[in-house]
């Protein structure tokens, strides 16, 4: 089975613009979640999807968004960057989140977009 | 905010040499998870520990967990250089609205000199 699949593993942009991340879950998982990393504040959990619906959501501002696919691939956009949205954007598969057990517990991650803003 | 925290924030040892980090958290859990994550890739995860359980082993792991103090610690036995890499623990807070929000310590930094 192929792993979690995000594009593109770096990106460059300056203030202002905006950004969108892919995310492709291994097959069958239906739960997405995203997550940034960054040395100050390590992970920061951002928002998940399930079946096409936003379950949960971070403390984050509205410029960050994201949206999930009939697929389970989900995108995450975020608007008019700023220098401190750079940061290594997680993405992570689950099968079924809603379940109690580790068969549906356990996150599997890709490799992350690394995303700079000049 | 982080609900966990993890202690040491860097550590480095011997090839050979046991390693033990430590997380507390704020909120009662469900469950505490651990993942190790090597420089700048996704994080794999490493083992599950439920809020009913004291103890689990997983080959060369052992993680405890204590309820009542909310934390845990997380032992690699008889390191290996490919241990090195970052280590987290993660913690499952329940299920708000019936879908669960797994947060993230703060990480451990582990190097083993071979």
């Known amino acids: 089975k192929a792993g979690v699949t995000q594009t593109p593993r770096y990106l460059i942009k300056t203030r202002g613009q905006q950004v969108t991340l892919s995310c492709s879950p291994i097959s069958g998982h239906r739960s997405v979640s995203w997550y940034q990393q960054t040395p100050g504040q390590g992970l920061q959990f951002l928002f998940e999807?399930?079946?096409?619906?936003?379950?949960n959501k971070g403390n984050f501002p509205g410029r960050f968004s994201g949206r999930q696919f009939s697929n389970s691939r989900s995108e995450m956009n975020v608007s008019t960057l700023e220098l401190g949205d750079s940061a290594l954007y997680l993405c992570?598969?689950?099968?079924?989140?809603?379940?109690?057990?580790?068969?549906?517990?356990?996150?599997?991650f890709g490799s992350g977009t690394q995303l700079s803003v000049l | 905010s982080q609900q966990g925290e993890e202690d040491p924030q860097a550590l480095s040892i011997q090839e050979g040499e046991n390693a033990t980090m430590n997380c507390s958290y704020k909120?009662?859990?469900?469950?505490l998870q651990w993942y190790r994550q090597n420089s700048g890739r996704g994080l794999v995860h490493l083992i599950l520990i439920r809020s009913n359980e004291r103890e689990k082993h997983s080959g060369r792991l052992r993680v405890t967990l204590d309820t009542s103090k909310k934390s845990s610690s997380l032992l690699i036995t008889a390191s290996r250089a490919a241990d090195t890499a970052s280590y987290f623990c993660a913690t499952d807070a329940g299920y708000s609205g019936g879908y669960q929000k797994v947060t993230f310590g703060t990480g451990t930094k582990l190097q083993v000199i071979p």
């Open positions: 909120t009662s859990i469900n469950n």
């Open positions: 999807y399930f079946s096409e619906t936003q379950r």
């Open positions: 992570a598969s689950s099968p079924k989140r809603n379940i109690p057990g580790e068969l549906y517990e356990k996150l599997f």
